[in-house]
């Protein structure tokens, strides 16, 4: 996480106080963005670092942002919570400009965080940290029955998949019938 | 996102690429945890690759084995679903007993059910399970063959499991077909392969039991001699012998017409007994090629005794030597490639390459 830098932000995002090292200073000024997530803390990532991303990539393409610009304007990610996005950039970073190796040893184990990193992953169309976060979802279900997948996974069974929709229909029956009843109660 | 994450929930891209790094065991136990996950894997989109089915048949039983090859930490792991049919000589019952994700009971008693009918049940409970994939090998093992009394019952019992494969996956998604099996005397081979039609083999694996070879220590010889009669191994591409060195069967090789075999270590003393085998035409293999990690023979060694080699330019490493044979207008072609292979071959005189002469085989004594 060195190389991120976090702050608190609301409308405005907060002012990122240092830019982060390279460890090989570039000869022509590199370019930075910013981006947020649920937590609205703002990371300053490098242009070089999201070119993993297929989808921040292609949206600095066509935003065309000057420096002062992508500072009052970080991408937000809403949908992606915040350390989930820090784990996110932590990858770009150390993977800036290298080849990705064909092993990824630092991924969470902790199948909640794996699970949200591989859907942020997706969003954000960074392929090969997917296909890591896919190894590691894969090594996880080796060896496993399907019982022990769906519990550890929390694949609901069939018949509790039935029961579960059987129930979301009768309320939304009910919630219907008791709009109904209401609408009519105002037209009285 | 979602508080309490599922695996069915995941988008269809990230599946599909989840399902590249599942060996078939959790593809299977996947499309078995709900409804979502077995349409998905059934859809008929993800053609995922099946390295092989193996069938085993033995007296008794019968085994399937599905095969595929998943990477993980940078090594090419084999992985296996396993399923057994035992027959019972006396009650003719079967036992069958599947691999842990397979199908539930594991083990079931099926009277009088013949073993072929459950393989075919089973295959198509395979192809459901596994979608709509691509099968690179199907394999029948007949594993030892020597007891095998009617060999022409044999020949019927590939084609009917061939068949049985074909009719359930398709014909165009079976890459290739495949038999293995193990021979003590050449003339099983033989007889089975005049049984079984030529050009159906594509490659043919021999153990090491079936093939001659130097004992580690005792140096015992191989043997390249005769059964040139085998005209219906000509058509295979490719022939395996895996862990050539480590079995000490001074058995005779049977004859091929390319025999490509990898070797642990190449030794000079090796390279003697090969020699004259070519060189007085014992063996009837035309090409012969040895490729190994560690070829103990150098250009320099073999330059002293017989000469500056023929050097190909369009192959720098590649050197050449010719030596005479017993038959007129015929020469042995040995070329060594180094660090990687030495081969043999017969060739016409009038094949070599220009200015190259013909050394005499003899003054190999001093390897």
Redesign the interface.
């Known amino acids: 996480m060195s190389s991120t830098e976090q702050g608190t932000s609301s409308a405005a995002p907060a002012e990122p106080t240092t830019a982060p090292e390279s460890a090989a200073a570039p000869e022509v000024p590199e370019s930075f963005y910013y981006v947020h997530g649920k937590d609205k803390v703002v990371h300053k990532v490098s242009a070089g670092a999201l070119q993993h991303s297929a989808l921040i990539h292609g949206m600095i393409s066509n935003l065309g942002y000057t420096e002062e610009q992508a500072k009052a304007n970080p991408f937000p990610f809403e ?3 915040g350390d ?1 996005l820090q784990m996110v950039v932590d990858w770009c970073n150390q993977h800036k400009g290298k080849p990705t190796p ?2 990824d040893t630092n991924l969470p184990k902790q ?2 965080k794996l ?2 990193l ?3 992953v ?1 969003y954000l169309e960074i392929k090969e940290l ?2 890591y976060c ?2 590691q ?3 996880m ?6 019982e022990e ?2 519990e550890i ?6 018949a509790e ?1 039935e029961a579960a929709e059987k129930e979301a229909k009768k309320r939304a029956g009910k919630e219907a019938a008791g709009e109904t009843a209401a609408a009519a109660g105002d037209a009285k | ?1 979602d508080p ?5 929930d ?2 269809k ?2 599946k599909e ?2 399902l ?4 078939y ?2 593809v299977i ?2 499309g ?4 979502t ?1 077995h349409d998905f894997i059934s859809a008929p989109d993800h053609n995922l690759p099946i390295l092989a089915i193996t069938l085993k048949c033995r007296e008794n039983s019968h085994g399937m084995q599905v095969m595929s090859t ?5 090594i090419m792991e084999l992985n296996y679903v396993t399923l057994e049919y035992k027959q019972d000589g006396e009650t003719s019952n079967v036992t069958r007993c599947p691999d ?2 397979w199908e539930s009971p594991r083990t079931t008693l099926v009277d009088n059910e013949d073993c072929r009918k459950l393989l075919k049940k089973d295959l198509e409970v395979l192809k459901q399970l596994l979608g709509n994939s691509r099968l690179m090998t199907f394999e029948v093992d007949f594993d030892d063959v020597s007891n095998v009394r009617c060999l022409r019952e044999l020949g019927e019992r590939y084609h009917e499991l061939c068949n049985i494969v074909s009719g359930v996956w398709g014909n165009q998604m079976i890459e290739a077909n495949c038999l293995k099996m193990k021979f003590h005397l050449e003339i099983y081979a033989d007889r089975i392969l005049r049984t079984f039609a030529p050009g159906i083999l594509r490659r043919i694996i021999l153990s090491p039991i079936e093939v001659g070879g130097f004992d580690f220590y005792a140096r015992k010889p191989l043997s390249l001699h005769e059964t040139s009669r085998m005209a219906q191994w000509i058509g295979a591409k490719e022939i395996l012998f895996p862990d050539f060195k480590t079995k000490p069967y001074p058995e005779k090789i049977i004859h091929l017409e390319w025999v490509y075999v990898s070797w642990l270590c190449f030794k000079p003393a090796h390279l003697v007994k090969l020699m004259e085998e070519f060189i007085l035409l014992k063996s009837t293999s035309k090409d012969f090629t040895i490729w190994s990690d560690h070829i103990e023979i150098s250009k320099y060694s073999f330059s002293i005794l017989y000469g500056e080699s023929v050097e190909l330019q369009c192959s720098p490493g590649t050197h050449i030597w010719y030596f005479d044979t017993p038959s007129p207008d015929f020469v042995v072609e040995f070329t060594l490639v180094e660090g990687s292979n030495v081969s043999f071959k017969i060739i016409m005189d009038v094949e070599m390459k220009e200015g190259a002469t013909i050394r005499d085989f003899n003054r190999l004594d001093w390897i």
């Open positions: 949908n992606i919570d989930i064909p092993e199948k909640e699970f949200d591989v859907l942020a997706n997917l296909t896919c190894k979802v894969a090594m279900v080796k060896g496993k029955s399907p997948i769906r996974w929390m694949i609901p069974t069939d998949d | 996102m309490s994450p599922g695996l069915v995941l988008p891209e990230v690429n989840l590249r790094w599942c060996d065991s959790s136990a996947l078995k945890t709900c409804k996950w998943v990477p993980f930490e940078g842990a994700n």
